[in-house]
């Protein structure tokens, strides 16, 4: 087992965690949310993390008459604004990148580097669904110490335990969610020929290495691994009773975040542990083969609320429940879904050899 410790960098993670993993296509439950309207709606879920470029998805809701579903539909010609509470203001394009195209939604992005302990306001302008606009604040930077794992077994279950303490930011109320993801990787075989690198995985790159590759001095076939923007959530445990799990009912005892608030700690320095299944740490095909990500993240109180209603009725982030056409309350003026920000401390792990 490989470790690798990262605070807030990996910015492949915020395209799953905002579109790939989080706005699943419609299929929808009922539930008692308050109603909204949900046709032809300009629709931002997004979550700004410190450390991170912009990128924001933006999409509008189409109410599917015969099946009572809502699904989303791309925005292509919106005006994005962003701006923070020290003036500076950027307008965010379309991202026209082939990673970003047959998505539910469209992305705007841009090059800014996102801060900790920032406000953010967001304005969208379509000239068909209006404006919508929205504002969240980016929380501080913590850490966590005292990191140790071990191997355990719960109802037949491997698990990896993670004990270990927040640094809570004082003086002020945060809100900390906890979440496990395999970020599958590819293989990148390649070597250096005369000062040039070729691919290997290529009918010419191959036939090239087999020519030259027992010349003296050798030339190396070099190993690196990308990753990608696919995603595995793993499934979590936690016996802490300070969570906010402790209110939520599963008849598994596995969440998919785990939930917790300052305000039940009794100093800045807070010790809790949180195990994962360890099922898809390891793989035996070269297309799931990948590193596992553990993420306490700092967020704002509005994506808090939003994550921990649709953790409660088992509904992912991004879905719209069908036959009430209702939604948890999010915090866009004229649109739907949430703006939020969070700092995210990510802990790297490789459980499989490649």
Known sequence: MHILHTISRNKQIIFLLIVTGLLLPAACKKNPYSTHKLSNTLVVLTELTAGDSVKIPIGKSTLIENNNTVSFGTVNNAI?????????????PLNTAPEFSGG???????????????TYTIEVSDPELGTAKASTHIPPAFVITEVDTLREIYNDQEMLTFHFTINDVPDTDNYYIIEALKQVTKIYR??????VTYNYDTPDGQALYNRIKNEQPPVPLLTDTIPTNNFIRLNLLTFDPNADNTLLNSTTGLFRRVFLQSSVFNNPLYSTSVSVITKNFISDSP???????FMVKSVSRELYDYLFLYEKYKIDFGTFPSSQLSLPPGNI??????????????????????
């Open 80 to 92: 994005v604004h962003l701006q923070d509470t020290l003036g500076h203001s950027w307008l965010i």
């Open 104 to 118: 539910a939604t469209s992305v705007y992005s841009n090059s800014q580097i996102l801060q900790p302990n920032t």
């Open 190 to 195: 390649h070597f250096i020929y005369r000062n």
């Open 287 to 293: 297309q799931m083969k990948g590193k596992v990500l």
């Open 333 to 354: 003026t004229n649109g739907l879904g949430i703006f939020g920000g969070s700092f995210r401390y990510v802990l790297t792990y490789y459980f499989d050899t490649f």
